[in-house]
């Protein structure tokens, strides 16, 4: 069965600093992976997505999420943190078959303090 | 914006109502889908259509009843709901071109229904 995780609730980091916000997955096959931002009263905004390639995607607004088969991980990262990040974040994974749905986890609210 | 408008945006509704929620994208896409987000819960996908057909019903009780007339709009009529269906209702879209869903196409989502019933 398909399930993706994201262990940390809520992620604090300070204005200016790197961040990352944790995501692993389980699937039959290879995985495609996925990540939304949610901003306030918003719907989810896609960031990036991993298919097939370089281990390391760019996404939007200066994201980028490292694939790492044998850890399952696909976490995302920010060099340097803006407080306009502050959101929601949603990582979602595919398996390789026809009959796999896209799972979403429960969300990593990152909260980037001045 | 994403090209997908939902609305409305905010709805209150009693539990012997019939309203309706309606979602439209402006990509071009073939496949629609509605979506439930509770709160601290995963989302839930909810209905998947192709090309206006539905090809996905996840287990989704009868007092939720989609509607896809064409491509570019996707409703969602409710009727008899309970408190417990309070939540965010999202509409997403993507490209489609084989007929089928495919795995790697990337869906768009609308900025939701935030539906209350009392």
């Known amino acids: 069965a398909q399930s993706v995780a994201q262990p940390e609730d809520q992620v604090n980091v300070a204005e200016g600093n790197p961040l990352t916000v944790k995501c692993t997955y389980s699937v039959s096959g290879n995985p495609y992976l996925f990540w939304y931002v949610q901003y306030p009263n918003r719907g989810l905004q896609f960031l990036l997505k991993?298919?097939?390639?370089?281990?390391l995607v760019k996404g939007s607004y200066g994201f980028e999420a490292e694939f790492n088969k044998s850890q399952t991980s696909f976490h995302l990262k920010k060099p340097s943190a803006l407080v306009s990040d502050s959101a929601l974040y949603f990582c979602?994974?595919?398996?390789?078959?026809?009959?796999?749905?896209?799972?979403f986890g429960t969300g990593t609210r990152l909260q980037v303090f001045p | 914006e994403t090209g997908v408008t939902q609305t409305p945006r905010h709805l209150v509704m009693g539990m012997t109502n019939k309203k309706s929620l309606k979602c439209e994208q402006h990509?071009?896409?073939?496949?629609m889908y509605w979506y439930k987000q509770s709160a601290k819960k995963p989302l839930e996908l909810m209905f998947v259509y192709n090309f206006k057909e539905q090809t996905e019903n996840n287990s989704v009780p009868s007092r939720f009843s989609p509607e896809c007339p064409n491509s570019s709009h996707l409703f969602l009529h409710l009727h008899t709901l309970q408190p417990e269906d309070s939540a965010l209702y999202l509409c997403?879209?993507?490209?489609?071109?084989?007929?089928?869903?495919?795995?790697?196409?990337?869906?768009?989502f609308g900025p939701g229904t935030r539906l209350t019933v009392l």
């Open positions: 979602a994974v595919r398996g390789a078959r026809d009959t796999d749905k896209l799972i």
């Open positions: 997403a879209s993507s490209q489609d071109r084989s007929g089928r869903w495919l795995r790697t196409d990337t869906q768009y």
């Open positions: 990509l071009g896409h073939n496949a």
């Open positions: 991993y298919i097939t390639g370089d281990n």
